[in-house]
Protein backbone atom coordinates (compact mmCIF):
# COMPACT_ATOMS: atom_id res chain seq x y z
CA UNK A 1 0.00 0.00 0.00
CA UNK A 2 1.48 2.83 -0.95
CA UNK A 3 0.49 6.19 1.13
CA UNK A 4 0.81 10.35 0.27
CA UNK A 5 4.29 11.91 1.14
CA UNK A 6 4.15 13.15 4.76
CA UNK A 7 6.72 15.04 6.76
CA UNK A 8 8.24 14.31 10.09
CA UNK A 9 8.74 17.05 12.62
CA UNK A 10 12.38 17.75 13.03
CA UNK A 11 11.86 20.19 16.43
CA UNK A 12 11.52 18.99 20.01
CA UNK A 13 13.53 16.76 22.43
CA UNK A 14 12.60 13.92 20.18
CA UNK A 15 13.95 15.07 17.05
CA UNK A 16 12.48 12.93 14.08
CA UNK A 17 10.98 10.53 15.81
CA UNK A 18 7.21 10.68 15.64
CA UNK A 19 4.57 7.43 16.00
CA UNK A 20 3.26 5.51 13.78
CA UNK A 21 -0.37 6.74 14.39
CA UNK A 22 1.55 10.87 14.13
CA UNK A 23 2.84 9.93 10.45
CA UNK A 24 -0.69 8.85 9.49
CA UNK A 25 -2.53 12.23 10.61
CA UNK A 26 0.49 14.92 9.89
CA UNK A 27 -0.49 12.94 6.22
CA UNK A 28 -4.17 14.11 6.91
CA UNK A 29 -5.00 9.95 6.59
CA UNK A 30 -7.17 8.83 9.41
CA UNK A 31 -6.60 6.66 12.02
CA UNK A 32 -8.14 4.58 13.19
CA UNK A 33 -7.69 1.33 16.41
CA UNK A 34 -10.65 -0.79 17.73
CA UNK A 35 -10.41 -2.33 20.94
CA UNK A 36 -12.31 -5.03 22.10
CA UNK A 37 -12.79 -5.96 25.88
CA UNK A 38 -14.33 -8.71 27.51
CA UNK A 39 -16.38 -7.81 30.71
CA UNK A 40 -16.45 -10.27 33.77
CA UNK A 41 -13.87 -11.97 32.26
CA UNK A 42 -12.89 -14.58 34.52
CA UNK A 43 -16.83 -15.62 34.70
CA UNK A 44 -17.19 -15.50 31.03
CA UNK A 45 -13.79 -18.12 30.70
CA UNK A 46 -15.79 -20.32 32.54
CA UNK A 47 -19.13 -20.36 30.80
CA UNK A 48 -17.35 -20.44 27.71
CA UNK A 49 -17.14 -24.33 28.83
CA UNK A 50 -20.40 -24.57 29.83
CA UNK A 51 -22.77 -22.05 27.94
CA UNK A 52 -25.74 -24.00 29.64
CA UNK A 53 -24.64 -21.73 32.82
CA UNK A 54 -25.82 -18.70 30.96
CA UNK A 55 -29.37 -19.30 32.31
CA UNK A 56 -28.54 -19.63 35.40
CA UNK A 57 -27.30 -17.20 38.51
CA UNK A 58 -23.58 -18.29 38.86
CA UNK A 59 -20.90 -17.10 40.97
CA UNK A 60 -16.99 -18.09 40.87
CA UNK A 61 -15.17 -19.48 43.69
CA UNK A 62 -11.58 -18.86 44.30
CA UNK A 63 -9.06 -19.00 47.65
CA UNK A 64 -7.84 -21.73 49.92
CA UNK A 65 -10.45 -23.89 52.38
CA UNK A 66 -11.83 -23.22 54.10
CA UNK A 67 -11.32 -19.34 53.39
CA UNK A 68 -12.95 -19.47 49.75
CA UNK A 69 -14.55 -16.66 48.53
CA UNK A 70 -16.82 -15.06 45.88
CA UNK A 71 -14.78 -13.91 43.06
CA UNK A 72 -17.19 -13.00 40.51
CA UNK A 73 -21.21 -12.82 39.85
CA UNK A 74 -23.19 -12.54 36.75
CA UNK A 75 -26.00 -9.95 36.45
CA UNK A 76 -28.69 -12.84 37.93
CA UNK A 77 -26.52 -13.67 40.81
CA UNK A 78 -26.40 -10.32 42.05
CA UNK A 79 -30.44 -9.87 41.56
CA UNK A 80 -30.05 -12.43 43.98
CA UNK A 81 -28.21 -10.98 46.37
CA UNK A 82 -24.93 -12.43 45.88
CA UNK A 83 -22.20 -10.14 46.89
CA UNK A 84 -18.31 -10.49 45.66
CA UNK A 85 -16.34 -11.37 48.84
CA UNK A 86 -18.94 -13.59 50.16
CA UNK A 87 -18.04 -16.67 51.78
CA UNK A 88 -18.51 -19.72 49.94
CA UNK A 89 -20.28 -20.70 52.89
CA UNK A 90 -22.97 -18.17 52.77
CA UNK A 91 -23.30 -18.31 48.57
CA UNK A 92 -23.90 -21.86 49.45
CA UNK A 93 -27.31 -21.16 51.56
CA UNK A 94 -29.06 -19.68 48.38
CA UNK A 95 -30.68 -22.41 46.43
CA UNK A 96 -31.14 -21.04 42.46
CA UNK A 97 -27.11 -20.10 42.81
CA UNK A 98 -24.88 -22.19 40.66
CA UNK A 99 -21.13 -22.25 42.11
CA UNK A 100 -17.94 -22.92 39.86
CA UNK A 101 -14.38 -22.64 41.33
CA UNK A 102 -12.24 -20.19 38.95
CA UNK A 103 -10.57 -22.08 36.29
CA UNK A 104 -6.99 -20.61 35.14
CA UNK A 105 -6.42 -22.70 32.46
CA UNK A 106 -9.97 -21.76 30.83
CA UNK A 107 -9.04 -18.03 30.99
CA UNK A 108 -6.11 -18.57 29.56
CA UNK A 109 -7.57 -20.59 26.17
CA UNK A 110 -10.78 -17.56 26.60
CA UNK A 111 -7.46 -14.87 26.27
CA UNK A 112 -6.03 -16.98 23.41
CA UNK A 113 -9.38 -17.28 21.68
CA UNK A 114 -9.70 -13.20 22.03
CA UNK A 115 -6.63 -13.01 19.90
CA UNK A 116 -8.13 -15.30 17.34
CA UNK A 117 -11.21 -13.04 16.75
CA UNK A 118 -8.46 -10.07 16.58
CA UNK A 119 -6.12 -11.70 14.26
CA UNK A 120 -9.55 -12.68 12.03
CA UNK A 121 -10.03 -9.17 10.84
CA UNK A 122 -6.55 -7.85 11.22
CA UNK A 123 -3.19 -8.75 10.92
CA UNK A 124 -1.81 -5.96 13.16
CA UNK A 125 -2.99 -6.90 16.90
CA UNK A 126 -1.78 -5.61 20.84
CA UNK A 127 -1.74 -8.03 23.31
CA UNK A 128 -2.85 -5.30 25.66
CA UNK A 129 -4.59 -7.14 28.92
CA UNK A 130 -5.88 -10.67 29.59
CA UNK A 131 -9.42 -9.44 29.14
CA UNK A 132 -8.53 -6.95 26.14
CA UNK A 133 -6.78 -6.40 22.99
CA UNK A 134 -6.36 -3.40 20.49
CA UNK A 135 -6.56 -3.75 16.68
CA UNK A 136 -5.08 -1.64 13.87
CA UNK A 137 -7.99 -0.98 11.05
CA UNK A 138 -5.58 1.01 8.95
CA UNK A 139 -7.26 0.12 5.04
CA UNK A 140 -9.68 -2.52 6.83
CA UNK A 141 -12.38 0.04 5.57
CA UNK A 142 -11.97 -1.69 2.24
CA UNK A 143 -12.98 -4.67 3.25
CA UNK A 144 -15.74 -4.71 6.34
CA UNK A 145 -16.99 -1.38 5.31
CA UNK A 146 -17.19 1.38 7.91
CA UNK A 147 -16.41 1.57 10.95
CA UNK A 148 -19.35 0.63 12.61
CA UNK A 149 -19.11 -2.61 10.19
CA UNK A 150 -16.39 -3.71 11.92
CA UNK A 151 -17.57 -3.22 15.17
CA UNK A 152 -20.36 -5.46 14.10
CA UNK A 153 -18.71 -7.68 12.51
CA UNK A 154 -16.34 -8.21 16.22
CA UNK A 155 -19.08 -8.64 18.14
CA UNK A 156 -20.81 -11.24 15.69
CA UNK A 157 -17.16 -13.23 16.26
CA UNK A 158 -16.69 -12.61 19.88
CA UNK A 159 -20.84 -14.72 20.22
CA UNK A 160 -19.51 -16.98 17.59
CA UNK A 161 -16.85 -18.18 19.82
CA UNK A 162 -18.36 -17.71 23.12
CA UNK A 163 -17.75 -14.42 24.43
CA UNK A 164 -19.93 -11.53 24.43
CA UNK A 165 -17.52 -8.59 24.39
CA UNK A 166 -17.96 -4.59 23.88
CA UNK A 167 -16.15 -3.04 20.99
CA UNK A 168 -14.80 0.65 20.78
CA UNK A 169 -13.49 2.34 17.83
CA UNK A 170 -11.32 5.68 18.35
CA UNK A 171 -8.10 7.20 16.78
CA UNK A 172 -6.01 6.64 19.11
CA UNK A 173 -5.25 3.08 21.45
CA UNK A 174 -5.66 4.44 24.70
CA UNK A 175 -9.04 5.82 23.95
CA UNK A 176 -10.19 2.93 22.26
CA UNK A 177 -9.22 0.94 25.68
CA UNK A 178 -11.43 3.08 27.97
CA UNK A 179 -14.05 3.40 25.44
CA UNK A 180 -14.33 -0.02 25.37
CA UNK A 181 -14.36 -0.66 28.95
CA UNK A 182 -16.79 2.13 29.66
CA UNK A 183 -19.48 1.32 27.47
CA UNK A 184 -21.75 -1.72 26.47
CA UNK A 185 -21.78 -2.99 22.96
CA UNK A 186 -20.58 -0.99 19.68
CA UNK A 187 -19.20 2.62 20.41
CA UNK A 188 -17.54 4.57 17.53
CA UNK A 189 -15.73 8.46 18.55
CA UNK A 190 -15.03 10.60 15.54
CA UNK A 191 -11.45 12.46 15.49
CA UNK A 192 -11.40 15.40 17.55
CA UNK A 193 -14.35 13.99 19.94
CA UNK A 194 -12.62 11.84 22.59
CA UNK A 195 -12.54 14.60 25.38
CA UNK A 196 -16.25 14.96 24.81
CA UNK A 197 -17.71 11.03 24.56
CA UNK A 198 -15.03 9.95 27.57
CA UNK A 199 -16.69 13.03 29.43
CA UNK A 200 -19.17 11.08 31.19
CA UNK A 201 -17.38 7.60 32.24
CA UNK A 202 -16.37 7.31 35.93
CA UNK A 203 -12.41 8.25 36.62
CA UNK A 204 -12.27 4.56 37.02
CA UNK A 205 -11.75 3.70 34.06
CA UNK A 206 -8.35 5.51 33.82
CA UNK A 207 -7.05 2.80 36.97
CA UNK A 208 -5.65 5.26 38.74
CA UNK A 209 -3.43 4.07 41.91
CA UNK A 210 -5.23 3.67 45.31
CA UNK A 211 -3.85 6.68 46.73
CA UNK A 212 -4.68 8.92 43.41
CA UNK A 213 -8.37 7.59 43.58
CA UNK A 214 -8.63 8.60 47.08
CA UNK A 215 -7.57 11.56 46.49
CA UNK A 216 -9.32 12.10 43.73
CA UNK A 217 -12.32 10.85 45.84
CA UNK A 218 -11.91 13.45 48.82
CA UNK A 219 -11.73 16.03 45.84
CA UNK A 220 -15.30 15.22 44.90
CA UNK A 221 -13.95 14.36 41.15
CA UNK A 222 -16.05 11.34 40.09
CA UNK A 223 -15.75 11.48 36.50
CA UNK A 224 -13.44 12.07 33.30
CA UNK A 225 -15.10 15.27 32.61
CA UNK A 226 -14.58 16.71 35.95
CA UNK A 227 -10.95 15.83 35.84
CA UNK A 228 -10.10 16.93 32.61
CA UNK A 229 -11.19 20.08 33.75
CA UNK A 230 -8.42 20.48 36.53
CA UNK A 231 -5.52 22.40 35.48
CA UNK A 232 -2.79 20.56 34.14
CA UNK A 233 0.24 22.23 36.56
CA UNK A 234 -1.50 22.52 39.83
CA UNK A 235 -2.37 18.79 39.36
CA UNK A 236 1.39 18.21 38.60
CA UNK A 237 1.90 19.50 41.62
CA UNK A 238 -0.20 17.19 43.79
CA UNK A 239 -0.40 14.13 42.14
CA UNK A 240 3.19 13.97 40.27
CA UNK A 241 3.42 12.31 36.60
CA UNK A 242 0.48 9.68 37.30
CA UNK A 243 -1.94 13.22 37.39
CA UNK A 244 -0.27 14.44 34.00
CA UNK A 245 -0.59 11.26 32.73
CA UNK A 246 -4.01 10.44 33.77
CA UNK A 247 -5.22 13.84 32.54
CA UNK A 248 -3.90 13.03 29.39
CA UNK A 249 -5.94 10.11 29.26
CA UNK A 250 -9.64 11.73 30.22
CA UNK A 251 -9.08 14.28 27.69
CA UNK A 252 -8.07 11.60 24.90
CA UNK A 253 -5.05 12.81 24.48
CA UNK A 254 -2.39 10.54 24.65
CA UNK A 255 0.00 8.95 21.75
CA UNK A 256 2.08 5.82 22.49
CA UNK A 257 3.45 3.56 20.09
CA UNK A 258 1.48 0.30 18.92
CA UNK A 259 2.82 -3.28 19.74
CA UNK A 260 2.22 -6.27 17.63
CA UNK A 261 1.73 -9.49 18.68
CA UNK A 262 2.80 -12.67 16.90
CA UNK A 263 -0.14 -14.82 15.69
CA UNK A 264 0.33 -18.56 16.67
CA UNK A 265 -0.52 -21.79 15.20
CA UNK A 266 -1.48 -23.98 17.72
CA UNK A 267 -4.28 -24.40 19.34
CA UNK A 268 -5.76 -26.13 22.34
CA UNK A 269 -9.36 -26.64 24.23
CA UNK A 270 -9.18 -28.12 28.22
CA UNK A 271 -12.08 -29.52 29.92
CA UNK A 272 -11.79 -30.57 33.73
CA UNK A 273 -14.74 -32.93 34.59
CA UNK A 274 -16.34 -33.08 38.00
CA UNK A 275 -16.96 -36.65 37.46
CA UNK A 276 -14.97 -38.90 35.58
CA UNK A 277 -15.94 -40.75 32.42
CA UNK A 278 -15.25 -44.14 31.88
CA UNK A 279 -17.78 -45.02 28.52
CA UNK A 280 -17.21 -43.88 25.09
CA UNK A 281 -20.81 -42.40 24.45
CA UNK A 282 -20.16 -39.34 26.99
CA UNK A 283 -17.09 -39.12 25.79
CA UNK A 284 -17.84 -38.69 22.08
CA UNK A 285 -20.10 -35.67 23.37
CA UNK A 286 -17.45 -33.86 25.46
CA UNK A 287 -14.87 -33.97 22.69
CA UNK A 288 -17.42 -32.89 20.14
CA UNK A 289 -17.96 -29.85 21.85
CA UNK A 290 -14.67 -29.16 22.29
CA UNK A 291 -14.00 -29.48 18.54
CA UNK A 292 -17.08 -27.31 17.74
CA UNK A 293 -14.93 -24.50 19.64
CA UNK A 294 -11.52 -26.09 18.27
CA UNK A 295 -13.05 -25.89 14.55
CA UNK A 296 -14.92 -22.61 14.78
CA UNK A 297 -11.30 -20.81 15.92
CA UNK A 298 -9.75 -22.59 13.14
CA UNK A 299 -12.21 -21.24 10.80
CA UNK A 300 -11.66 -17.17 12.33
CA UNK A 301 -8.10 -17.44 11.11
CA UNK A 302 -8.67 -19.62 8.20
CA UNK A 303 -6.88 -22.35 8.80
CA UNK A 304 -7.61 -25.62 9.39
CA UNK A 305 -6.18 -28.77 11.59
CA UNK A 306 -3.26 -30.45 10.36
CA UNK A 307 -3.57 -33.07 13.23
CA UNK A 308 -4.84 -33.55 16.59
CA UNK A 309 -3.36 -34.70 20.07
CA UNK A 310 -5.80 -35.84 22.58
CA UNK A 311 -4.69 -35.82 26.25
CA UNK A 312 -6.47 -37.41 29.05
CA UNK A 313 -5.71 -37.39 32.79
CA UNK A 314 -6.92 -40.54 34.41
CA UNK A 315 -8.18 -41.59 37.68
CA UNK A 316 -5.52 -43.45 39.75
CA UNK A 317 -7.85 -46.42 39.93
CA UNK A 318 -7.23 -49.39 37.82
CA UNK A 319 -10.08 -51.28 38.74
CA UNK A 320 -12.63 -49.25 36.64
CA UNK A 321 -10.42 -50.18 33.30
CA UNK A 322 -12.50 -49.73 30.73
CA UNK A 323 -10.49 -52.55 28.65
CA UNK A 324 -7.84 -54.57 30.60
CA UNK A 325 -6.33 -55.95 27.49
CA UNK A 326 -4.88 -53.46 26.30
CA UNK A 327 -2.46 -52.84 29.08
CA UNK A 328 0.56 -53.33 26.36
CA UNK A 329 -0.51 -49.63 24.87
CA UNK A 330 -0.69 -47.87 28.09
CA UNK A 331 2.90 -48.69 28.72
CA UNK A 332 3.88 -45.86 26.29
CA UNK A 333 2.26 -43.28 28.55
CA UNK A 334 3.09 -41.50 31.76
CA UNK A 335 1.06 -43.15 34.44
CA UNK A 336 -2.25 -41.50 34.88
CA UNK A 337 -2.02 -40.17 31.39
CA UNK A 338 -3.46 -41.24 28.21
CA UNK A 339 -1.78 -39.28 25.05
CA UNK A 340 -2.52 -39.93 20.93
CA UNK A 341 -1.93 -38.18 18.05
CA UNK A 342 -4.42 -37.92 15.17
CA UNK A 343 -2.75 -36.59 12.22
CA UNK A 344 -4.83 -36.36 8.93
CA UNK A 345 -3.95 -36.43 4.96
CA UNK A 346 -5.53 -33.55 4.15
CA UNK A 347 -6.25 -30.50 6.80
CA UNK A 348 -9.75 -30.54 7.99
CA UNK A 349 -11.98 -28.23 9.84
CA UNK A 350 -15.23 -30.46 9.75
CA UNK A 351 -15.85 -31.22 13.43
CA UNK A 352 -18.18 -33.93 13.06
CA UNK A 353 -15.35 -35.75 10.99
CA UNK A 354 -12.71 -34.93 13.22
CA UNK A 355 -15.11 -36.49 16.01
CA UNK A 356 -15.68 -39.96 13.67
CA UNK A 357 -11.73 -40.31 13.71
CA UNK A 358 -11.42 -39.67 17.04
CA UNK A 359 -13.95 -42.08 17.99
CA UNK A 360 -12.52 -44.81 15.82
CA UNK A 361 -9.13 -44.44 17.55
CA UNK A 362 -10.59 -44.58 21.02
CA UNK A 363 -12.30 -47.70 19.86
CA UNK A 364 -9.18 -49.15 18.69
CA UNK A 365 -7.63 -48.31 21.60
CA UNK A 366 -9.84 -46.88 24.53
CA UNK A 367 -7.66 -45.04 28.14
CA UNK A 368 -7.17 -47.65 30.50
CA UNK A 369 -8.96 -46.28 33.40
CA UNK A 370 -11.65 -42.87 33.94
CA UNK A 371 -10.98 -39.76 32.96
CA UNK A 372 -11.07 -36.52 34.77
CA UNK A 373 -9.33 -34.16 32.43
CA UNK A 374 -9.44 -33.68 28.57
CA UNK A 375 -7.20 -31.56 26.60
CA UNK A 376 -7.58 -31.47 22.87
CA UNK A 377 -4.80 -29.78 20.37
CA UNK A 378 -4.51 -28.99 16.68
CA UNK A 379 -1.77 -28.03 15.06
CA UNK A 380 -2.78 -25.40 11.80
CA UNK A 381 -2.04 -25.72 8.91
CA UNK A 382 -3.63 -23.67 5.66
CA UNK A 383 -6.99 -24.92 4.01
CA UNK A 384 -6.93 -27.76 1.41
CA UNK A 385 -7.63 -26.10 -1.95
CA UNK A 386 -8.48 -28.03 -5.25
CA UNK A 387 -9.20 -27.21 -8.48
CA UNK A 388 -12.56 -29.16 -8.99
CA UNK A 389 -14.39 -29.74 -11.98
CA UNK A 390 -16.95 -27.74 -13.67
CA UNK A 391 -19.68 -31.13 -13.32
CA UNK A 392 -17.80 -34.34 -11.40
CA UNK A 393 -16.80 -34.12 -8.01
CA UNK A 394 -13.15 -34.43 -6.63
CA UNK A 395 -12.56 -38.39 -6.11
CA UNK A 396 -11.56 -39.66 -4.08
CA UNK A 397 -13.15 -37.26 -1.64
CA UNK A 398 -10.41 -37.16 1.04
CA UNK A 399 -12.45 -36.44 3.68
CA UNK A 400 -14.12 -39.76 3.22
CA UNK A 401 -11.29 -41.28 2.49
CA UNK A 402 -9.82 -40.17 5.89
CA UNK A 403 -12.43 -42.06 7.83
CA UNK A 404 -12.47 -44.78 5.69
CA UNK A 405 -8.77 -45.61 6.38
CA UNK A 406 -9.42 -44.96 9.89
CA UNK A 407 -12.15 -47.67 9.96
CA UNK A 408 -10.14 -50.28 8.14
CA UNK A 409 -7.12 -49.39 10.77
CA UNK A 410 -9.66 -50.11 13.66
CA UNK A 411 -10.08 -53.53 12.25
CA UNK A 412 -6.65 -54.62 11.16
CA UNK A 413 -4.61 -52.36 13.32
CA UNK A 414 -3.02 -49.21 13.26
CA UNK A 415 0.39 -49.93 11.94
CA UNK A 416 -1.07 -52.08 9.17
CA UNK A 417 -2.82 -49.02 6.99
CA UNK A 418 -0.80 -46.66 5.07
CA UNK A 419 1.90 -46.01 2.07
CA UNK A 420 4.39 -48.68 1.90
CA UNK A 421 7.56 -47.63 1.65
CA UNK A 422 10.84 -48.70 1.44
CA UNK A 423 13.43 -48.79 4.66
CA UNK A 424 17.11 -47.91 4.59
CA UNK A 425 18.20 -51.61 4.43
CA UNK A 426 19.59 -54.13 1.83
CA UNK A 427 17.10 -56.53 3.32
CA UNK A 428 15.18 -58.70 0.76
CA UNK A 429 11.45 -57.21 0.78
CA UNK A 430 11.51 -54.97 3.97
CA UNK A 431 9.40 -51.87 3.93
CA UNK A 432 7.08 -50.10 6.40
CA UNK A 433 3.96 -48.48 5.99
CA UNK A 434 3.69 -44.73 6.68
CA UNK A 435 1.00 -42.22 6.89
CA UNK A 436 -0.99 -42.21 3.28
CA UNK A 437 -0.51 -39.05 1.37
CA UNK A 438 -2.72 -37.75 -0.91
CA UNK A 439 -1.03 -36.82 -4.48
CA UNK A 440 -1.14 -33.60 -4.23
CA UNK A 441 0.79 -34.02 -0.80
CA UNK A 442 3.39 -36.87 -2.26
CA UNK A 443 3.76 -34.29 -5.05
CA UNK A 444 4.23 -31.03 -2.30
CA UNK A 445 6.81 -33.29 -0.37
CA UNK A 446 8.87 -34.74 -2.82
CA UNK A 447 9.42 -31.15 -3.84
CA UNK A 448 10.52 -29.65 -0.77
CA UNK A 449 12.70 -32.47 -0.15
CA UNK A 450 14.73 -32.02 -3.80
CA UNK A 451 13.74 -28.87 -4.82
CA UNK A 452 11.47 -27.46 -7.92
CA UNK A 453 12.18 -29.58 -10.85
CA UNK A 454 11.46 -28.26 -13.71
CA UNK A 455 8.74 -30.17 -16.05
CA UNK A 456 10.77 -30.52 -19.13
CA UNK A 457 14.04 -31.68 -17.01
CA UNK A 458 11.69 -34.11 -14.96
CA UNK A 459 10.04 -35.33 -18.39
CA UNK A 460 13.97 -36.14 -19.69
CA UNK A 461 15.50 -37.79 -16.35
CA UNK A 462 12.00 -40.24 -16.63
CA UNK A 463 12.94 -43.69 -18.18
CA UNK A 464 10.97 -46.86 -17.96
CA UNK A 465 12.03 -49.40 -15.19
CA UNK A 466 10.71 -53.13 -15.08
CA UNK A 467 8.87 -54.16 -12.06
CA UNK A 468 8.63 -56.75 -9.95
CA UNK A 469 5.35 -58.34 -8.50
CA UNK A 470 6.37 -59.72 -5.14
CA UNK A 471 5.13 -63.17 -3.87
CA UNK A 472 4.08 -62.66 -0.31
CA UNK A 473 4.86 -65.00 1.41
CA UNK A 474 7.52 -66.11 -1.19
CA UNK A 475 6.44 -69.58 -3.02
CA UNK A 476 8.87 -72.79 -1.80
CA UNK A 477 10.44 -74.38 -5.08
CA UNK A 478 12.97 -76.98 -5.89
CA UNK A 479 15.89 -76.38 -8.52
CA UNK A 480 17.98 -78.56 -10.20
CA UNK A 481 22.12 -77.64 -10.48
CA UNK A 482 24.46 -77.41 -13.23
CA UNK A 483 28.42 -76.40 -12.21
CA UNK A 484 26.56 -73.96 -9.54
CA UNK A 485 23.74 -72.86 -12.47
CA UNK A 486 20.23 -73.44 -11.99
CA UNK A 487 19.05 -75.30 -14.99
CA UNK A 488 15.61 -76.94 -14.28
CA UNK A 489 12.83 -75.24 -11.73
CA UNK A 490 9.80 -76.56 -10.04
CA UNK A 491 7.28 -74.99 -8.11
CA UNK A 492 3.56 -74.74 -7.83
CA UNK A 493 2.96 -78.08 -9.69
CA UNK A 494 5.07 -76.22 -12.45
CA UNK A 495 7.63 -77.46 -14.38
CA UNK A 496 10.05 -75.14 -16.72
CA UNK A 497 13.70 -75.34 -18.26
CA UNK A 498 15.62 -72.43 -17.66
CA UNK A 499 16.53 -70.37 -21.00
CA UNK A 500 18.79 -67.58 -19.53
CA UNK A 501 20.30 -67.53 -15.58
CA UNK A 502 21.91 -64.05 -14.27
CA UNK A 503 23.39 -64.16 -10.74
CA UNK A 504 24.56 -64.92 -8.04
CA UNK A 505 23.88 -62.21 -6.32
CA UNK A 506 24.89 -62.73 -2.40
CA UNK A 507 23.45 -60.39 0.37
CA UNK A 508 23.82 -61.07 3.71
CA UNK A 509 23.13 -58.66 7.15
CA UNK A 510 21.25 -58.21 10.71
CA UNK A 511 23.47 -60.89 12.78
CA UNK A 512 22.88 -59.05 15.66
CA UNK A 513 18.74 -59.89 15.43
CA UNK A 514 16.91 -62.79 15.80
CA UNK A 515 16.00 -63.09 11.67
CA UNK A 516 19.85 -62.30 10.08
CA UNK A 517 19.53 -63.39 6.82
CA UNK A 518 22.21 -65.05 4.49
CA UNK A 519 20.96 -65.43 0.76
CA UNK A 520 21.99 -65.54 -3.01
CA UNK A 521 19.22 -64.39 -6.21
CA UNK A 522 19.34 -65.23 -9.38
CA UNK A 523 17.30 -63.51 -12.34
CA UNK A 524 15.92 -66.74 -14.49
CA UNK A 525 13.77 -66.99 -17.65
CA UNK A 526 11.90 -70.11 -17.65
CA UNK A 527 9.95 -71.72 -20.58
CA UNK A 528 7.25 -74.03 -18.96
CA UNK A 529 5.69 -76.68 -20.61
CA UNK A 530 2.54 -76.23 -22.24
CA UNK A 531 1.05 -78.88 -19.83
CA UNK A 532 2.36 -77.38 -16.45
CA UNK A 533 1.64 -73.62 -17.72
CA UNK A 534 -2.35 -74.35 -17.99
CA UNK A 535 -2.27 -74.84 -14.02
CA UNK A 536 -0.08 -72.29 -13.28
CA UNK A 537 -2.19 -69.51 -11.77
CA UNK A 538 1.08 -66.84 -12.64
CA UNK A 539 1.90 -68.26 -15.87
CA UNK A 540 -1.28 -68.97 -17.24
CA UNK A 541 -1.69 -64.60 -17.46
CA UNK A 542 1.76 -64.91 -19.80
CA UNK A 543 2.94 -66.63 -22.38
CA UNK A 544 5.14 -69.56 -21.84
CA UNK A 545 8.08 -67.67 -21.12
CA UNK A 546 8.51 -65.83 -17.90
CA UNK A 547 11.19 -63.64 -16.14
CA UNK A 548 11.04 -64.95 -12.29
CA UNK A 549 13.29 -63.98 -9.62
CA UNK A 550 14.18 -66.53 -7.15
CA UNK A 551 16.80 -67.01 -4.08
CA UNK A 552 18.43 -70.11 -2.22
CA UNK A 553 18.36 -69.07 1.41
CA UNK A 554 21.24 -70.56 3.29
CA UNK A 555 20.40 -70.27 6.80
CA UNK A 556 17.13 -72.72 5.83
CA UNK A 557 18.48 -74.67 3.30
CA UNK A 558 15.70 -73.89 0.92
CA UNK A 559 14.76 -72.27 -2.87
CA UNK A 560 11.89 -69.23 -3.44
CA UNK A 561 10.31 -67.85 -5.86
CA UNK A 562 10.40 -64.16 -4.47
CA UNK A 563 8.46 -62.41 -7.39
CA UNK A 564 7.49 -62.09 -11.39
CA UNK A 565 9.12 -59.22 -13.39
CA UNK A 566 6.15 -57.39 -15.17
Known sequence: MHYPACTVREEGPEKGEESFQSLFLSAGLPMAFASIFVPNFILQAVVRAEPALREHALALIDGNPPLCSVVAINEKAAQSGIELGMTKMNAAQFASLEMRPRSRPQEKIAHAVLLDIGWSVSPRIED????????????????????????????????????????????????????????????????????????????????????????????????????????????????????????????????????????????????????AVEELD?????????????????????????????????????????????????????????????????????????????????????????????????????????????????????????????????????????????????????????????????????????????????????KARASVRFFRPPVPATLELNAGCPTRVFFQGLRGEVLAASGPWRTSGDWWRDDPWQQDEWDLEIHFHSSSAARDPVAALRADCGLYRFYYDALRGSWFVRGIYD
Not at 129 to 144: K, M, N
Request: glycine share 8%; net charge neutral.
Open 282 to 462: PLSFLLGRLLDQLCVRLAARSLAAASLRVRFELQPAFENALDVRKEMFRRIDPPGVYERELRLSVPARDSKMLLKLLRLRLQSNPPGAPIHKIVLAAESARPRSTQGGLFLPSFPDPEKLELTIARIANVVGEGNVGSPSLVDTWRPGEFQMRRFLTPMESAEAASSDSGAIHPRRQRDNF
Open 128 to 275: TAQDAIVLDLSGLTHLFGAEKDIGAHLVQRSCECGLLSNVAIASNVDTALIAARGFKGITVIPLGQESKSLGDLPVGVLFPSAETAETLSRWGVRTCAAFAGLPVLQLSERLGQEGVRLHALARGATSRSFAIAEPGHFFEEEMELDD
